[in-house]
């Protein structure tokens, strides 16, 4: 009996130590589970304190790398991609000179297949000088005696032989039979020194310097080498000839100014040049078959009105410019237009800066645009569908409307002042910066200015100032009456020989 209570006694005592051990793992199990909780939670939001870490500086890397292609871009603008002069290119930069054609990835000279050409030969009434060149000697095969065969290969050649001509020029003198009064023929103006240089040598002279740009004491020592010695033109000489010149052709000056005012199409261009160390500025005005320059001191309305040609414009005439806004001045009458190709550069400077997508893709219309009216002009059309027109408009409102929405958003510091700017010039100048698509008469750039007025940055990076306002006027005038000359299939040596003979070819036999 004693043993049973006492296993018994044992059966309890190990019951309850059992469920006290039960009891125990229940506490460790929650107390498990509590810490695998508060473990997941703890990593949960590590987890997404690392993952808004990482997001956050994903996003500071992609802002700084959206400023580092931002900074780029504006470091590579030049005149190629924006409005930026070639003459405004930093210092350690290379130039480069505004090219709207692309190359078609083809070797230089003739392609394969391409008919080779050749000079034909001489008209037998057209030879000047013939050089016989007969064999000496023996005969190279056995060494016999050569006789002729009154047979001859003929080969010509072009040549220049510059020959220095002393002319002299004799007046006879006549007596009259009733009452022995002397006379003789009037001596003009360009002989009347005992001796004087020719008209030619002074219109080489002259072109060496306002289309060669080749400076005064060259000119003289080129004259000089030219002619074996012969000639030997003073520098002062040569620099008169410039005055002389440009005092011939005052008439010439405003008769062309008249003409030009008659057209129903004016480009017109200014550019910076350097006067005796000041800012000053060559303006061009012209189409096709005009080039008309003028100079002055300042770039300025007052040296607009000087020229005395916007002003003279009537409502039937449309000027091309680069966006000047002094033709909007409400005193002139005239229509305007404004180059695309500064309003590409403008876009593709701003795309640069924001990288916004409106101006892109408003660039890319833009050319797309102007090559489908290439084809269709290739082929005779005069003018787009008006449906064409239509969606033109409709997708140009659409990106300026995206250019609004977009100028919103952040971006570099001072590219989003130039993007409302330029967003607000095209919505104020819309029709003039478009009007070409409505009118295939209408040119789509300013390029015919740009490429009169690149002769005198050409002149610059030689002579690298005129001494004066006066000198730059001449230099103007000039190259008014050569390029004139030339745009209308007038040989310049002949047209300067005329102006210094004395008697310059004129307005009305250019366009007689």
Not at 393 to 403: I, L, Y
Not at 425 to 444: A, C, H, M, Q, T
Request: overall charge neutral.
């Amino acid at each position: 009996m004693d043993q049973n209570a006492s296993i018994y006694a044992r059966f309890e005592k190990i019951s309850a130590e059992n469920l006290e051990l039960k009891d125990r793992i229940l506490g460790y199990q929650g107390k498990i589970h509590d810490l695998k909780v508060v473990h997941k939670k703890a990593l949960q939001e590590q987890k997404d304190f690392y993952d808004g870490q990482i997001a956050e500086k994903d996003a500071v890397i992609k802002a700084l790398s959206d400023k580092c292609a931002q900074y780029a871009a504006a470091a590579a603008h030049d005149g190629t991609n924006t409005g930026i002069a070639t003459a405004a290119t930093p210092i350690g930069k290379k130039k480069v000179i505004p090219n709207s054609r692309r190359g078609a990835g083809k070797k230089r000279g003739g392609q394969p297949g391409h008919a080779k050409h050749f000079l034909p030969p001489f008209e037998q009434q057209d030879v000047t000088e013939t050089v016989p060149h007969n064999l000496a000697g023996a005969c190279p095969s056995c060494g016999g005696r050569l006789i002729g065969s009154g047979e001859s290969v003929a080969k010509d050649e072009y040549d220049v032989v510059i020959r220095t001509v002393k002319r002299r020029h004799e007046y006879n003198i006549c007596l009259c039979a009733d009452c022995g009064a002397e006379a003789r023929q009037p001596i003009p103006g360009n002989l009347k020194e005992q001796n004087q240089y020719g008209s030619q040598v002074q219109a080489l002279a002259l072109s060496l310097m306002n289309t060669g740009n080749v400076a005064i004491n060259k000119v003289r020592t080129l004259l000089s080498g030219m002619t074996g010695g012969d000639i030997n033109q003073s520098e002062g000489y040569i620099a008169k000839l410039q005055r002389r010149a440009a005092i011939g052709l005052e008439i010439f000056m405003s008769e062309l100014k008249i003409e030009l005012v008659h057209r129903s199409l004016v480009y017109w261009d200014d550019t910076v040049i350097m006067i005796n160390t000041s800012h000053g500025c060559l303006r061009f005005y012209g189409d096709e078959t005009i080039a008309y320059y003028t100079a002055h001191e300042h770039k300025d309305m007052e040296s607009i009105d000087d020229d005395g040609v916007l002003g003279l414009l009537t409502s039937k005439t449309t000027a091309m410019h680069d966006h000047n806004r002094a033709n909007y001045n409400e005193k002139f009458g005239f229509q305007n237009i404004e180059c695309n190709q500064h309003l590409q550069r403008d876009l593709q400077k701003n795309s640069d800066d924001t990288l916004h997508s409106w101006s892109g893709n408003l660039k890319e219309l833009i050319s797309v645009t102007i090559h489908e009216r290439k084809l269709r002009a290739d082929k005779g059309d005069r003018e787009f569908p008006a449906e064409y027109v239509h969606k033109f408009k409709e997708s140009v409102a659409q990106m300026f409307a995206d250019g609004w929405e977009e100028n919103g958003l952040p971006t570099r510091k001072g590219a989003a002042d130039f993007e409302k700017a330029l967003l607000a010039r095209i919505g104020k100048y819309s029709d003039n910066y478009f009007r070409w698509v409505e009118d295939f008469s209408l040119p789509v750039t300013n390029n015919l200015s740009e490429r009169g007025l690149r002769c005198i940055k050409s002149h610059m990076k030689i002579s690298g100032q005129f001494a004066n306002v006066t000198t730059a006027k001449y230099y103007a005038i000039i190259k008014t009456y050569i390029e004139t000359c030339r745009k209308n299939g007038i040989n310049e040596m002949s047209a300067l020989s005329r102006l210094c003979a004395g008697f310059p070819i004129s307005v009305s036999e250019i366009f007689a």
